[in-house]
């Protein structure tokens, strides 16, 4: 028996190490000079240099990577600010409030899940065209604050079934009106749920590449994915070792968050019907 688990966990570990070699080389290709990223295929490098972190933070066009950045953190927060509080209000209203036609709304939110972004596209882009939100953060953020991503109203109203109804009548008794009770009851019982929601939301938004791509043009409103992407060059004069770092650089946020909520993240799939 124990050297069945043994021998489980150590496929497991080598599993894992083979899962993250990727990751590991990207890393170690960034500390490594220009000639030698693809002709030194090991993960430890034979010769170091930090030129690569220097010259990729440096930017271009008189834009640097740190602006990136702060593009990238500006959007991702607020995106995470607008799923919190409309998809939080809607899933109080789908699965608290009585109004008229209730159950055929909630099954056409459902059915949104299943469309895929491609097909929207179009749509969406004439309607921001017309705005004239083009060059603007206002195409990737507004949609987050008119509670547009149904995944996270179903998380949220999977999760306000789970709650008992007498503790809002309880509160009705005592005085306490639908606010009342979406404020001091709901929000706080969310709270792995909204956490989990957050998570998703600003990975979901730092690493979006598709959509600030068709939106932005303008150097100085790229976000960290854009700059990645203006350091290659198709001809292949690209500068691989400013590209692989920050490359490397762009995932240390997501990494973070992730290490850090990943308590609460898994406890707010397991408590919303998630299993």
Same mark, same amino acid.
């Given at each position: 028996?124990?050297?069945?688990?043994?021998?489980?966990?150590?496929?497991?570990?080598?599993?894992?190490? +083979? /899962?993250?070699?990727?990751?590991?080389?990207?890393?170690?290709?960034?500390?490594? &000079?220009?000639?030698? %990223? $693809? =002709? #030194?295929?090991?993960?430890?490098?034979?010769?170091?240099?930090?030129?690569?972190?220097?010259?990729?933070?440096?930017?271009?066009?008189?834009?640097?990577?740190?602006?990136?950045?702060?593009?990238?953190?500006?959007?991702?927060?607020?995106?995470?600010?607008?799923?919190?509080?409309?998809?939080?209000?809607?899933?109080?209203?789908?699965?608290?409030?009585?109004?008229?036609?209730?159950?055929?709304?909630?099954? +056409? /939110?459902?059915?949104?899940?299943?469309?895929?972004?491609?097909?929207?596209?179009? &749509?969406?882009?004439? %309607? $921001? =065209? #017309?705005?004239?939100?083009?060059?603007?953060?206002?195409?990737?953020?507004?949609?987050?604050?008119?509670?547009?991503?149904?995944?996270?109203?179903?998380?949220?109203?999977?999760?306000?079934?789970?709650?008992?109804?007498?503790?809002?009548?309880?509160?009705?008794?005592?005085?306490?009106?639908?606010?009342?009770?979406?404020?001091?009851?709901?929000?706080?019982?969310?709270?792995?749920?909204?956490?989990?929601?957050?998570?998703?939301?600003?990975?979901?938004?730092?690493?979006?590449?598709?959509?600030?791509?068709?939106?932005?043009?303008?150097?100085?409103?790229?976000?960290?994915?854009?700059?990645?992407?203006?350091?290659?060059?198709?001809?292949?004069?690209?500068?691989?070792?400013?590209?692989?770092?920050?490359?490397?650089?762009?995932?240390?946020?997501?990494?973070?968050?992730?290490?850090?909520?990943?308590?609460?993240?898994?406890?707010?799939?397991?408590?919303?019907?998630?299993?």
């Amino acid at each position: 028996m124990v050297k069945t688990n043994l021998f489980r966990h150590l496929f497991i570990i080598a599993l894992g190490i +083979l /899962m993250l070699y990727p990751v590991l080389w990207l890393i170690s290709s960034s500390f490594k &000079p220009n000639q030698l %990223i $693809f =002709s #030194e295929p090991g993960l430890w490098p034979k010769q170091w240099t930090l030129d690569n972190y220097i010259k990729g933070w440096a930017g271009f066009q008189g834009q640097s990577f740190g602006r990136f950045f702060l593009n990238s953190a500006f959007i991702s927060i607020m995106c995470v600010l607008g799923n919190i509080v409309t998809c939080s209000l809607a899933a109080f209203a789908f699965a608290r409030l009585k109004f008229k036609l209730s159950k055929l709304w909630f099954a +056409l /939110m459902i059915v949104t899940i299943m469309l895929p972004y491609h097909v929207t596209l179009i &749509p969406q882009y004439i %309607i $921001f =065209s #017309e705005l004239d939100w083009l060059n603007t953060y206002y195409p990737l953020i507004v949609p987050k604050w008119l509670a547009t991503d149904s995944f996270f109203i179903l998380l949220m109203v999977q999760f306000i079934r789970g709650v008992p109804r007498e503790l809002d009548e309880s509160a009705t008794i005592d005085g306490c009106n639908q606010k009342g009770i979406y404020m001091r009851i709901m929000l706080p019982l969310l709270v792995p749920a909204l956490i989990s929601t957050a998570i998703f939301t600003f990975i979901w938004s730092w690493d979006d590449f598709f959509s600030q791509m068709i939106y932005i043009s303008k150097i100085d409103l790229f976000t960290v994915q854009l700059g990645v992407r203006a350091l290659f060059d198709p001809s292949g004069s690209s500068d691989w070792g400013a590209l692989l770092a920050m490359s490397a650089l762009s995932l240390i946020p997501i990494s973070l968050i992730f290490l850090f909520f990943q308590k609460y993240f898994l406890e707010g799939i397991a408590t919303t019907g998630f299993k």
